[in-house]
């Protein structure tokens, strides 16, 4: 079996703005085929916040620069780039830069592997 690398330049992916700051999708169908896993990166401004949603997938929020708190489980933890957060199914969290700072973000969602019997 012989695979290809597919290399994909950020810089050039348009950016969308949103209610929970801006983003780009850097992992889909579109762009590399890929069926079950969906990776964005995204970037907030201070003050702003984006709030994972309450999935019934996995998701891990990995904070590449910058510094804020994770709300998780009712509890703030101050961040800064490096730290990040694993959410199971069901689970979610609330991620908000810090004042004159800002996040950026790779938040990467996969599926729920199925149970063998």
């Known amino acids: 079996m012989t695979s290809a690398t597919t290399f994909i330049n950020t810089n050039e992916l348009p950016r969308v703005q949103g209610p929970q700051g801006e983003?780009?999708?850097i992992l889909n169908g579109e762009l590399v085929g890929a069926k079950n896993v969906l990776g964005t990166l995204r970037w907030l401004?201070?003050?702003e916040t984006f709030a994972a949603e309450?999935?019934?997938k996995h998701q891990l929020i990995y904070l590449m620069e910058g510094r804020g708190t994770i709300r998780l489980?009712?509890?703030d933890y101050q961040v800064t780039r490096g730290a990040g957060v694993y959410l199971g199914p069901s689970e979610t969290a609330t991620l908000r830069a810090a004042d004159n700072a800002s996040m950026k973000l790779f938040h990467l969602v996969v599926p729920r592997i199925p149970k063998q019997e």
């Open 45 to 47: 401004a201070s003050g």
């Open 54 to 56: 309450n999935l019934d």
């Open 23 to 25: 983003f780009t999708e």
């Open 73 to 75: 489980d009712n509890r």
